[in-house]
């Protein structure tokens, strides 16, 4: 088997919406390193946009369960880290663009 291709896992991801913020946690910049191997597993670091963020563990979840659905994917873990802590500078152009206009 071969280890999971990185955009697919982007791809996927992209559909995890931050409810507050209305844009998806690749373009917030909120998905730090991927990691995946041949036998299937992805290790995820991400962060949040808070350390206190209310809804911390709902995106954990969607995003494991995006994962998960990944064809091969055996195993998941989603580790939530907060170095370096994130910061608007982080977001993309596109999505800096979205939140302006709203």
Not at 55 to 67: A, D, T
Not at 68 to 84: A, D, L
């Amino acid at each position: 088997m071969k280890t999971i291709n990185e955009n697919d896992i982007l791809k996927e991801l992209k559909g995890v919406i931050d409810p507050e913020l209305g844009v998806d946690i690749v373009d917030l910049g909120l998905v730090y390193k991927i990691n995946s191997d041949e036998d299937g597993n992805i290790v995820l670091d991400m962060t949040l946009t808070a350390k206190a963020c209310p809804i911390g563990n709902v995106i954990k979840y969607e995003v494991e369960e995006v994962l998960k659905n990944i064809s091969g994917v055996k195993g998941v873990t989603v580790n939530i880290v907060f170095e370096p802590a994130w910061n608007r500078s982080m977001i993309k152009t596109d999505a800096l663009k979205r939140l302006k206009s709203h």
